[in-house]
Nanobody, 115 residues
Framework: QVQLVESGGGLVQPGGSLRLSCAVS????????MGWYRQAPGKQRELAAI???????NYADFVKGRFTISRDSAKKMVYLQMNSLKPDDTAVYYC?????????WGQGTQVTVSS
């Protein structure tokens, strides 16, 4: 069974930085893509950033220039470096892996940007 465990969330002041990490465990073959979604209170879950097996990256417009996604295939990890954080970035951030079969989601990590 594939599991994702996120870490790195927390409380940060506007303009600050956080780095989210996601560890993939379990028997896993091909990973088509890995990414980060977020869901703010009262809003739908939305894509923040995604990286595919060829290292092609897509960012949502609202994170371009501020967030950087990266992965370590050997360690089965995916990261999200978040800089210049804004109060609007407050949300639960979910790790996501696209593999053969059902998509796999982490349990989420809370990011709160507030002074």
């Amino acid at each position: 069974q594939v599991q994702l465990v996120e870490s790195g969330g927390g409380l940060v002041q506007p303009g600050g930085s956080l780095r989210l990490s996601c560890a993939v465990s379990g028997s896993i073959g091909v990973i088509y893509s890995m990414g980060w979604y977020r869901q703010a209170p009262g809003k739908q879950r939305e894509l923040a950033a995604i990286i595919n097996a060829n290292d092609r990256i897509n960012y949502a417009d609202f994170v371009k220039g501020r967030f950087t996604i990266s992965r370590d295939s050997a360690k089965k990890m995916v990261y999200l470096q978040m800089n210049s954080l804004k109060p609007d970035d407050t949300a639960v951030y979910y790790c996501y892996v696209n593999i053969p079969g059902p998509d796999v989601w982490g349990q989420g990590t809370q990011v709160t940007v507030s002074s």
